[in-house]
C-alpha cells in the first residue's frame, strides 16, 4: 500500500536559518502530494502542493518539487521565523481510483524555531 | 465563519459510554473523512464519504460507526467507547474537481479523552 516517510523530529532551528524536511513515499499510481501545517491548538491547514512529477509548490517561503525519479517531496524555506513553529505532515492522494479515498500521512516533524 | 466545524472541540468520558463526534461543512463538497491524530503516529483514516449513500470504511473502523445525515453533515460515534480511542479527531472534505489533487480541508478537531 501506500506510505510516506519523513524525517524524524523535533528539529529545532535557529531563526533566519535554512530549513529542510525530507519527505519520501511509496505509491502505486501517480499521486498527488501536499504539505500541510498544523499550529499549536489548531487543526490542519494546506501548506503547499504539486500534482505531477517535476511541479514546484510554494507558499509563505516554502516551496517542495515533486522528484517521481526519487520519489520525493522536500520541504524547504531559505530563511525560517519563529512563527513558522509547528507540526508539517507530508501527504499523497492517489489519482487512480480518483484519489478520493483520503490523504496517506507521515508521521509529522515537529519544528522549533529559536529567537 | 469557518467553512468546516465540529462539535465538541473538547470531550471527556468514560469507558463503555456511547459518543458521537460532529462535523459540518459550508464548502459544498460532496466527499468528507475522519480521521484520528496521535503522537508519533500522524493521522490515520477511519472513514470516509463520497454522497449521503455511499460510506467507506478506512484504515482504522473498528470501533467506530458514522452516519452523513447530509450532504453538509458526518457523524462518527464510538459505540462503547475505550481508553485507546483517546486521540485527536479530525473531519475533512474535498470536491471532486478532476485535477484538483484532491486537497482536504480540515475542521478545528475535537480533543477526545476516555477513561
Known amino acids: 500500500g501506500d506510505s510516506v516517510t519523513q524525517m524524524e523530529g523535533p528539529v529545532t532551528l535557529s531563526e533566519e536559518a535554512f530549513l529542510t524536511i525530507n519527505c519520501t513515499y511509496t505509491?502505486?499510481?501517480?499521486?498527488?502530494l501536499f504539505w500541510y501545517v498544523q499550529y499549536p491548538g489548531e487543526g490542519l491547514q494546506l501548506l503547499l502542493k504539486?500534482?505531477?512529477?517535476?511541479d514546484k509548490g510554494s507558499n509563505k517561503g516554502f516551496e517542495a518539487t515533486y522528484r517521481k525519479e526519487t520519489t520525493s517531496f522536500h520541504l524547504e524555506k531559505g530563511s525560517v521565523q519563529v512563527s513558522d513553529s509547528a507540526v508539517y505532515f507530508c501527504?499523497?492522494?492517489?489519482?487512480?481510483?480518483?484519489?478520493?479515498?483520503?490523504?496517506?500521512f507521515g508521521k509529522g516533524t515537529h519544528l522549533i524555531i529559536q529567537p | 465563519d469557518a467553512d468546516v466545524t465540529q462539535t465538541p472541540r473538547n470531550r471527556i468520558t468514560k469507558t463503555g459510554k456511547r459518543i458521537m463526534l460532529e462535523c459540518s461543512q459550508t464548502?459544498?463538497?460532496?466527499?468528507m473523512y475522519w480521521y484520528r491524530q496521535d503522537p508519533g503516529l500522524g493521522l490515520r483514516l477511519i472513514y470516509y464519504?463520497?454522497?449521503?449513500?455511499?460510506?467507506n470504511k478506512g484504515e482504522i473502523s473498528d470501533g467506530y460507526s458514522v452516519s452523513r445525515q447530509a450532504q453538509a453533515k458526518f457523524s462518527l460515534s464510538l459505540e462503547s467507547a475505550i481508553p485507546n480511542q483517546t486521540a485527536l479527531y479530525f473531519c475533512?472534505?474535498?470536491?471532486?474537481?478532476?485535477?484538483?489533487?484532491?486537497?482536504?480541508?480540515f475542521g478545528p478537531g475535537t480533543r477526545l479523552t476516555v477513561t
Open positions: 464519504s463520497f454522497d449521503v449513500k455511499d460510506i
Open positions: 475533512a472534505t474535498s470536491d471532486r474537481t478532476e485535477g484538483a489533487g484532491y486537497e482536504q480541508y
Open positions: 504539486a500534482t505531477k512529477a517535476d
Open positions: 505509491a502505486t499510481g501517480y499521486p498527488s
Open positions: 464548502k459544498g463538497h460532496d466527499r
Open positions: 501527504a499523497l492522494s492517489e489519482s487512480s481510483g480518483g484519489g478520493a479515498d483520503g490523504l496517506t
